[in-house]
C-alpha cells in the first residue's frame, strides 16, 4: 500500500524558506504512470496546488507562487521536496503531498499533511 | 476567489439524494477532466471521482460524477451522516498549466 509522509518544521519566520520533504513508501517515486506534488490550505479555507514534479525532474508551479518555490525530486531515497522562500503570514497552512496520475485525472494517493506556521 | 464554482453549503436529510455543482470555463471544465475529493474533518482529502466519472476502487457507487459543458456535478445518493465532509472538485486548466480547485462545499446531512 502506497503511503506518503511529510516532514518539517511546523514554525517558520517571516521572510524565511519553508522547507518540508515528502517521504513516499510502498512504491517507486520513479514509476513514470505518475507524477508528485504538493497542495496547501490555509486554516479554514479551500486546497490550492502549488506545484508538482515528474521523477524526470520536470517542474509545474502554480503560477501565483511560481517565483517562491522550488520542488524537487530525489530517486535515491525515493522523496520529493518543497522549498517556499520569503514566506509571509498567508503562507500558513496545512501541506500536503499528493500523486496524481500520469494519464487520469486526480490526486489519488495522499499524505495526512503538516501544519506550517509562518510567525515570528 | 477560485476559479471553479461551488455552492459553500448545502444540506440535505440521511437517506436522501444532494447533487452539488462545479462552474468553470472552456479553459478548465469545458476542455479537461473533472475530480471531486472528500475531505473529513482534519484529514487529508480522499479522491471520490476522476476523469468526470469514474470512481476509484473502494468508492461506493452512491457517489457519481458527470460533467455537461463547462459544469460537473457530484451525486451523492442515500446520504448517511458520516457523508458530512467538504468537496471540492478539480479540473486542469490551460491558463495556469495546472489543476486548479473549486472552493469547497460543506455537506451538512441532518
Known amino acids: 500500500q502506497l503511503q506518503l509522509q511529510e516532514s518539517g518544521p511546523g514554525l517558520v519566520k517571516p521572510s524565511d524558506t519553508l522547507s518540508l520533504t515528502c517521504t513516499v513508501s510502498g512504491g517507486s517515486i520513479t514509476n513514470n504512470n505518475y507524477y508528485w506534488g504538493w497542495i496547501r490550505q490555509p486554516p479554514g479555507k479551500g486546497l490550492e496546488r502549488v506545484g508538482n514534479?515528474?521523477?524526470?525532474?520536470?517542474?509545474s508551479y502554480n503560477p501565483s507562487l511560481k517565483s517562491r518555490v522550488t520542488i524537487d525530486v530525489d530517486t535515491s531515497k525515493n522523496q520529493f521536496s518543497l522549498k517556499l522562500k520569503s514566506v509571509i503570514a498567508t503562507d500558513t497552512a496545512v501541506y500536503f503531498c499528493a500523486r496524481h496520475g500520469e494519464s487520469t485525472s486526480g490526486w489519488d494517493y495522499w499524505g495526512p499533511g503538516t501544519l506550517v506556521t509562518v510567525s515570528s | 476567489q477560485s476559479v471553479l464554482t461551488q455552492p459553500p453549503s448545502l444540506s440535505a436529510a440521511p437517506g436522501q439524494k444532494v447533487t452539488i455543482s462545479c462552474s468553470g470555463s472552456?479553459?478548465?471544465?469545458?476542455?479537461?477532466?473533472v475530480s471531486w475529493y472528500q475531505q473529513l474533518p482534519g484529514t487529508a482529502p480522499t479522491l471520490l471521482i476522476y476523469?468526470?466519472?469514474k470512481r476509484p476502487s473502494g468508492i461506493p457507487d452512491r457517489f457519481s460524477g458527470s460533467k455537461s459543458g463547462t459544469s460537473a456535478t457530484l451525486g451523492i445518493t442515500g446520504l448517511q451522516t458520516g457523508d458530512e465532509a467538504d468537496y471540492y472538485c478539480e479540473a486542469w486548466d490551460i491558463r495556469v498549466s495546472g489543476g486548479v480547485f473549486g472552493g469547497g462545499t460543506k455537506l451538512t446531512v441532518l
Open positions: 472552456s479553459s478548465n471544465i469545458g476542455n479537461n477532466y
Open positions: 476523469d468526470n466519472n
Open positions: 514534479i515528474f521523477y524526470s525532474g520536470l517542474t
